[in-house]
């Protein structure tokens, strides 16, 4: 019998790989020069990170693909990513546990996808080090000039004023992936140093609630008032009735309707539009959004799942 692992569980075995997979060729970055970085005791200021070493958020900037002889974040990427899909989907489930499966999904890789964590590494005051390897060399500078900065390799280089190169392969990658990157490394950085707890509050804190994302604009029901009438079956709750609220200019080419939805005496949701079937279906698509955003003081709660028709 196969045993089913814990969500804490899941986690620490998780941080195992994370201590197998961080072993990347590349010089260790001592931790008396990153502490002298501008940059970095800029970052740790500005996300509270005072008691995380210096040297684990210089490691955080530097990529994969970076030409720096340093270890780079590879390792603390991949395992930021597993930390952040498990809070996201954590807090979500909790605050709004009707959610169908599909549209939690959706939400989740709304916050957690490398263009969303692309934008929190750019409020944080990340920059990148656009400079090439050969710039670097010429100009006389040492790798340790390079600390502070997002350090990557661009798969996107100008020729020529006005043409550009696209280069492939995993030696290069994009400005967005590089930041998206950087923050998951930071976020496994934090957990290293801090545990599980306090890595929670920070991906709450600088990851979910600074973005707000409006569920009502990700939610589509392909039959919206069918839904509504199982819903209400296997709630016990008397059928759905439509019934007009309001309307004006019903025979011009500007006729707008207003209707609501009832389960006796209760109304469900209310909708608009230029007919009174669209107001109908608006209506109960309403109706439906306000049950599944439902979101318990409690954080136990249990429902009985989504309405499958």
Known sequence: MRRVLGPWQFLRKQSSYLEAHTRVRGR???????????????????????????????????????????????????????????????????????????????????????????????????????????????????????????????????????????????????????????????????????????????????IIEPRQVDLTQIMAFSKPTRELSVLCAREGMEPPVSRLLAESGRFSSQAVFVAGVFSGDMKLGEGQGTSLNEARTRAAVNALQGWYLFSPKVSNYVDAGEVVI
């Open 28 to 206: 260790p970055i001592q931790l008396s020069i990153a502490e002298k970085v501008p940059r970095i005791r800029a970052l740790q200021h500005r996300l509270q990170l005072n008691d995380i070493p210096a040297d684990a958020l210089a490691r955080s900037l530097i990529d994969g693909t970076s030409t720096l002889d340093y270890v780079n974040n590879t390792g603390l990427s991949r395992f930021g990513r597993t930390l952040l899909s498990f809070y996201a989907l954590r807090h979500f489930m909790i605050k709004y546990p009707r959610l169908p499966s599909h549209v939690l999904k959706h939400l989740v890789h709304q916050y957690t996808s490398m263009p969303a964590l692309a934008e929190h590494a750019k409020l944080w005051g990340i920059q990148p080090d656009n400079r090439s390897s050969l710039g670097r060399y010429l100009s006389g500078e040492e790798d340790t000039d390079g600390l502070g900065f997002l350090s990557y390799s661009d798969k996107i280089q100008e020729v020529e004023p006005g043409i550009q190169k696209i280069q492939s392969g995993s030696a290069v990658t994009s400005l967005t992936d590089a930041m998206g990157g950087c923050v998951r490394a930071i976020v496994a950085s934090v957990y290293a140093h801090r545990g599980l707890e306090l890595v929670e509050q920070f991906v709450s804190q600088y």
